[in-house]
């Protein structure tokens, strides 16, 4: 519960994390404060998904018993009721709740919780989802924002605003991992589920240990793993709002905002060449960038950038480190 906390906590914290809501710059609609308000409320969430890991691990509940789909929505739904800035955590509930679950089954069965039994069973509580995660996980989907969502185009899987959407999941078992692994090619949250977590855990995770042992400054780590995330993997949030403009279907849109934003993930990692918050050249860069994101009055804003900087300090909060 603390962990996840304190993740999303200190994830918001990092500046200037450019584009990104953060200490001195808000939205219009979303605050700084409604990030703190989010990070706290999804705790208890957490902690149940937690304790369901911990049953698993006592065999006393079967995996696919963990109800992931239901705890997300349960999580998106808590923070709703705490602030009114909208959609401020449905990405980092994706990944947060799979997280705790297996860290408590981790916990239960290892006595200890270290970076690659912690994937292990990561993985094992994604594949092991069911139609109703699936399910469940569209409400949350759906409920904390249909802003630039687009539509999907064919293929099995029902779109997000379909009617009878959830019944169709249910009718043809897809599980909540299989419709990540369907989504994966052109969203970064869905890419996490599908490939055991792979860029929080061989990107994220390992810059936050190694920038922080490095300069004992935790900001320094959380802003140039946000910088590291992004300049590898560019931002699907960012392609997804600006490829809907030119059209709905999602998988299209995605690659055209893709080629039109390549930029952003050119600059972070130009950034990170000059030094990035560890040299001034480095320092002025990073605010100019953030500057150059923050006037496209949030369409520019690498929100999954900043979901997957949150797991990565889920990660490395878990592992026992401590900043």
């Known amino acids: ?3 996840a906390q304190l993740a999303a906590a200190i994830e918001v914290c ?12 808000d939205f ?31 065999g006393k509940l079967d995996i696919e018993q963990i109800g992931v789909g239901r705890l997300v929505k349960d999580a ?26 297996a860290a408590g089954l981790t916990h239960a069965t290892s006595g200890r919780i270290e970076g690659e039994r912690l994937r292990a069973q990561v993985k094992r509580v994604m594949t092991e989802t069911t139609a109703q995660d699936a399910a469940d996980a569209y409400d949350a989907i759906l409920s904390a924002s249909s802003a630039a969502l687009g539509r999907l185009g064919g293929g099995d899987f029902p779109d997000l605003k379909e009617r009878g959407a959830k019944k169709i999941l249910t009718e043809r078992q897809f599980t909540l991992y299989d419709v990540m692994e369907a989504s994966a090619s052109w969203d970064n949250i869905s890419k996490e589920w599908a490939s055991g977590m792979e860029i929080c ?7 936050i240990r190694t920038v922080f042992r490095e300069t004992g400054d935790p900001n320094i780590a959380v802003v140039h793993a946000f910088l590291t995330i992004m300049s590898r993997h560019p931002d699907t949030f960012i392609a997804r709002k600006i490829g809907v403009q030119e059209t709905p279907e999602i998988e299209k849109a995605v690659k055209i905002g893709l080629k039109k934003t390549a930029w952003i993930a050119e600059t972070a990692d130009r950034i990170l060449k000059m030094g990035g918050l560890r040299t001034d050249e480095g320092t002025r860069a990073v605010r100019e960038f953030d500057e150059k994101l923050q006037a496209g009055g949030g369409q520019l804003n690498p929100g999954t950038s900043a ?8 990660i490395y909060l878990l592992c026992g480190f401590r900043f």
Request: hydrophobic content about 40%; proline content about 7%; aromatic content about 10%.
């Open 28 to 58: 219009p609609d979303t605050r700084f404060e409604h990030f703190i308000a989010g990070a706290i409320a999804l705790g208890p969430t957490m902690r149940r998904a937690a304790l369901q890991g911990i049953k698993v691990g006592l």
């Open 201 to 207: 855990f061989e990107t994220g995770y390992p810059t």
């Open 1 to 3: 519960m603390r962990c």
């Open 76 to 101: 998106v739904f808590d923070v709703k009721r705490w602030h009114r800035g909208g959609n401020t955590h449905l990405g980092i509930s994706l990944l947060f709740t799979p997280l705790a679950a």
């Open 307 to 314: 979901d997957l900087t949150a797991g990565s300090l889920m």
């Open 14 to 25: 990092g500046w200037p994390k450019p584009g990104n809501v953060h200490r001195t710059v």
